[in-house]
């Protein structure tokens, strides 16, 4: 019975591992309970959560505000399907659509489905506005990317493990090393129309592009005359110090892809923002979703917006996140062999000879600190931009005790 064992770490690992689908790794932390930037496990350990579900929860576990939309809409409608409208829909789209300056809001769930969408949608407009011939568009994206598990995003990774036995792929896309704008340039011919891009790469480890790499995507999309969409699924809604990413380079996007941190940890809530000449492509029944726009996402979303409009969340990411940086960037040299930051977004580097980034994670579990490895030994911190800097102080002095103890350094 669940109840024998819902107090036991162990057990419930065990029981998780028996009955779900290994396509997950994750640490043996049980979560029970969460508020701010810290969680309880079932046996009461308490845990700084230095990963904030990949920014799902920028504005930390259960911010009272998001809570209170939650709540209150519970108490009224929560789903109505797109067949009808609702009263939630229209404020929420209209208020995100002015976070990001631009005129129409596709609302979906997961990030993969705003991916797929904005796919189709720069599909249908390359042949319907700019004149591709049918059948022959193409999407131009940077190799480590990451933009969800979905067949046909799967098709454009450069990760065998998302790939390997998942074929056939889907056709029309063109990988180009990220960074590279010179690559970009001559990738792009008559038939394509779109480039897709993270302005930071979030899954690959924080990797940052060259500086005004993301203004001359945006000059080189122009030109050619095709959509600039920024997936900001991971670095937007405050992330990086600014609202968007792009922000920070003064690059505006034809196309924005929200998520994580629009459902405020609550619900997933994901979205495609763009301008009338673009979203306008789509018919009534061409694209869709039961759930996208439900009213409870959309009044979470509404107060996630709204705890934005403030500024407030954006200057503790950079604020805290310079804070961070500083205590980080010491360790180079000392167990670390790099360190990239970009507001609180911190991708640091383990030198390979002292342990895997897995081990990292397991041991600055054991000291109270909640992360999680990208690709070798690359790990990424993202804790909500509600976590104070003293936590942060907290954070880097447990792993510089995990550095200093790796087991590639042998007894210390
Ligand atoms: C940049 C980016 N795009 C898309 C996704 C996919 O989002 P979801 O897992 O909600 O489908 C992610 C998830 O990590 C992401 O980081």
């Known amino acids: 019975m669940l109840e024998d064992i819902a107090t036991s770490n162990t057990r419930l690992v065990e029981l998780t591992d028996a009955v779900t689908a290994h396509n997950y790794r994750p640490l043996p932390i049980v979560v029970a309970h969460a508020e701010g930037a810290w969680v309880t496990d079932v046996e009461g350990r308490r845990y700084l959560d230095g990963l904030a579900a990949y920014s799902a929860l920028n504005f930390g576990h259960r911010h009272p505000a998001l809570l209170q939309a939650a709540r209150e809409q519970l108490e009224r409608v929560t789903l109505t399907s797109r067949a009808f409208h609702n009263d939630r829909l229209g404020p929420f789209c209209r208020d995100v659509a002015a976070l990001a300056r631009t005129d129409r809001v596709l609302p979906m769930n997961t990030g ?38 979905t067949t046909t995003i799967v098709s454009f990774s450069t990760d065998p493990v998302a790939r390997a036995g ?23 011919t008559e038939d394509t129309v779109a480039v897709l891009v993270e302005p930071v790469q979030g899954e690959a480890g924080v990797l940052l592009p060259p500086a005004g790499y993301l ?11 095709v959509l600039m969409i920024a997936d900001e699924i991971q670095s937007g809604l405050g992330r990086t110090g600014a609202t968007f990413a792009c922000d920070l380079e003064g690059v505006t996007p034809d196309v924005y892809l ?37 009213p409870l996402a959309a009044a979470v979303g509404h107060a996630v917006v ?3 409009e403030t500024g407030e969340y954006q200057e503790r ?27 609180l977004w911190a991708g640091i ?58 087991p590639g350094r042998g007894t210390p």
């Open 112 to 149: 993969a489905e705003a991916v797929e969408t904005a796919v189709k949608v720069a599909r249908r407009w390359g042949y319907e506005v700019k004149g591709v011939p049918d059948g022959r568009a193409t999407i131009v994206v940077a190799d480590g990317n990451f933009h969800g598990r």
């Open 166 to 188: 998942f074929g056939p792929f889907t056709p029309g896309f063109v990988v180009v090393p990220y960074g590279d704008a010179e690559a970009l340039t001559e990738a792009l």
């Open 215 to 225: 203004a001359r995507v945006r000059e080189l999309c122009t030109a050619a005359g």
């Open 258 to 294: 929200l998520g994580k941190a629009l459902g405020g940890g609550i619900v997933p809530v994901s979205a495609v923002l763009s301008r009338d000449d673009v979203l306008g492509v789509l018919t009534p029944g061409s694209h869709g979703s039961t759930f996208g726009g439900n």
């Open 306 to 308: 709204r705890l934005l």
């Open 317 to 343: 990411a950079r604020v805290l996140g310079e804070h961070l940086a500083d205590r980080l960037r010491p360790l180079v040299g000392n167990g670390l062999t790099e360190v990239r930051v970009r507001g």
């Open 349 to 406: 580097d383990i030198d390979p000879d002292l342990m895997s980034g897995r081990e990292a994670c397991e041991l600055l579990a054991e000291r109270g600190v909640l992360a999680k490895e990208t690709h070798g030994s690359t790990l990424r911190f993202a804790p909500p931009l509600v976590v104070e800097a003293a936590d942060l102080d907290w954070l880097v002095d447990r792993l510089a005790d995990v550095l200093a103890h790796a």
